[in-house]
């Protein structure tokens, strides 16, 4: 089974909403080992629509199309599809009792036109809608598959979850089990990693690997298909060993997993609390931690030194060490990150200072960062970059260079 | 000129990521009057890619391909185009420059398939990458455009508007000018908005008016068409006028400003400071003022006070005022601000307090909120709010309101 996804609805085409549908349904249907090949989007034009769908039967054997079953007249979807594949279209019984009741219970009149949605396509599957009127429904002739969903996402995810899934693995000939899993990377780039791992890529075929960069990071995922599910996982161990033996030191989590997240992890994990200095990073390193429910009792609180007189009244850095090193400097950085945790009796003291531009500061380039790591009983860590990019590109990779140090120093 | 843009890319198949792209390319191309007809997605694949343009190519003039011309062996977009056109790629000096500089600032060896970043389609239009290594393009034959872009949307957005835009409107045969203009709206929601002007909205025709509701803002682009420029302006600015009247008081700033934007604009034009104590949002307040560049002139600190420990160390909350009134509390949020402002000698000190879920917290709801306000001079404000929503999206409509608070209470 090969799909493919038309999304009918010439708001995406005006640039109005974005399509969501098409990742939702491609992260599912990947899951269940159904490859998705094309996505189209098409506006509400009967040709059009027509065209797309002879293009998507002559390179796929499951079209899934979305949108266009509602009750106005741009709604055409059901008509098109039907005259296309010559099926009748009959009235769904249990579809119109329901449209009559919401309207009722809205205390509203029901206009001819709702008629319209309870029509579905005869001999098909119902998909029942339990968050809006138009059912969905499956229906299979000798060569394809044609999957009919609505448009508004919130009705569109749980019919697919709850009868739209089912109903396409009941028609799943083979029993593969497909799995995967994210192997989520920092302090590498792209190219480095590809380069490093150039052969495996190169032979996979099951696992495959796919390599995905953003933000900085680097993801690798590992797919493998096999009868036995023990044995698919199995293939991804085997793989994961090997590459970890080439770039394991990179590797920091899995799947959904995000450097903070980790973070978060360690410290719960540990029952350790941390404190923050920040000034280039304005606070977002603890903005970005306190998005994490529950870390009130892991994180007690910070300080944004934006300014040389801040560092010095809020958080009694050194005049000297201004003075005589600078603000951006090792030497301030670690006054920072130690002063941050003796004030605020924390494990874990951070710091963050540098340049994010557009000017240089202090005859210092932009992207010259020092970042602090103080534990409580060791000696503080300092850590110099170097980082190109804009300035939301440096704060926002400084701290995740910050999430790395603490995974990374933490336990040593 | 009639479009089709196709994104290259698996992990938009495999649902990693939503086409955002196709979105926005849309939504400019609809302001320029150049219709798109359709969004294709094909995967890093070369037979199929090639397959994706040839039916391009017999629907559509103009068509847009985003993603794949990155370094690595998936990235095969310029290859295939090339080929299937029958042009030759050669080194773009210029852009193999930026990328070996790129290289040698991050102190990283540049591997040699980053070379191929630098290779462009022979008498193509270069885009440049403001963001980014690779570079985008334009080319055109006899029959098509094909206009070529960088997949990250970091990159694609600034080059497309920059670059790219231009680079369209020139080939463009019909000389009629489109201007649009985009009014913010904060502190009314959609659905009122519209009512307030729904006869507006209704009689529309040369300027539009598409509303467009996101975070907690509502926007509303005027876009009209003339052969005179100056005409243009003036039927956008009848409009505008007359939208005023009737919900000028919501109105905060036009195009691409920001709340936060405007905060700092407000600071700047009247050379005030400003300091931030934050409870609830963890450090976003301060996270996002400090994304504008040159804001050190105008913001010196922050403490960021999460724990009841934290407000009474750092910031010398009364101990009183957490006994009697608790941490999220009228009495809280008006004693930090103020004691932010004092200790830091800045001209305004504003306060978020509040619980942003998912528990409770003190008895008191979810999205309940209070936002202290201090000017020098003056006593302090303190505004309640009770928002719904989610913890993340409690967080940031509330440094939203503080920014409104902020700009709707500076000149009082």
Not at 185 to 213: C, H, M, R, W
Not at 329 to 349: F, H, P, Q, W, Y
Not at 362 to 383: A, C, N
Request: hydrophobic share 35%; charged share 25%.
């Amino acid at each position: 089974m090969r799909a493919e996804i038309i999304a009918i609805g010439s708001e995406l085409l005006l640039g109005q909403i974005v399509n969501t549908n098409a990742k939702f349904l491609s992260q599912h249907l990947a899951e269940m080992g159904i490859p998705v090949y094309y996505h189209t989007v098409v506006g509400d034009n009967a040709d059009r629509l027509k065209q797309a769908i002879e293009i998507a039967e002559s390179r796929s054997s499951l079209i899934i199309f979305t949108g266009g079953l509602g009750p106005t007249k741009d709604d055409l979807t059901k008509d098109t599809i039907a005259k296309h594949i010559g099926v009748e279209l009959e009235l769904h019984e249990q579809a119109m009792n329901m449209i009559e009741k919401y309207f009722q219970k809205a205390n509203r009149t029901m206009t001819e036109n709702n008629r319209k949605q309870a029509m579905v396509l005869k001999n098909a599957t119902i998909l029942s809608n339990d968050y809006g009127m138009a059912p969905g429904m499956l229906y299979k002739n000798e060569t394809h598959y044609y999957m009919l969903l609505p448009g508004p996402p919130k009705e569109l995810e749980p019919m697919f979850m709850q009868y739209g899934r089912d109903a396409l693995l009941n028609e799943l000939d083979e029993q593969q089990v497909i799995k995967s899993k994210v192997l989520r990377f920092f302090g590498i780039g792209e190219a480095q990693l590809e380069t490093e791992i150039e052969d495996i890529i190169d032979e996979q075929s099951n696992p495959t690997v796919a390599p995905l960069a953003s933000n900085g990071e680097v993801k690798l995922r590992l797919t493998a298909k096999h009868m036995s599910e023990q044995e698919a996982d199995k293939l991804i161990q085997a793989l994961e060993e090997k590459i970890k033996k080439r770039i394991g030191q990179y590797l920091y989590g899995y799947n959904d997993s995000s450097l903070m997240g980790e973070v978060v992890r360690l410290l719960k994990s540990h029952n350790k609390t941390i404190s923050i200095a920040e000034s280039l990073t304005g606070g977002s390193f603890s903005a970005e931690l306190t998005s994490f429910p529950g870390i009130s009792e892991n994180f007690f609180g910070g300080i944004v030194c934006y300014s040389n007189e801040a560092k010095k009244d809020l958080l009694h850095v050194q005049q000297n060490t201004l003075d005589s090193s600078g603000a951006i400097s090792s030497e301030c950085a670690a006054e920072m990150a130690v002063n941050i945790r003796e004030k605020l009796k924390t494990d874990i003291g951070i710091s963050f200072t540098g340049v994010a531009g557009p000017d240089p500061s202090e005859g210092k380039d932009v992207g010259t960062v020092w970042i602090g790591l103080s534990f409580k009983g060791r000696e503080p860590y300092t850590f110099p970059l170097q980082l190109a990019g804009t300035r939301q590109s440096i704060r926002m990779r400084t701290t995740k260079y910050g999430c790395y140090y603490i995974l990374k120093h933490f336990l040593a």
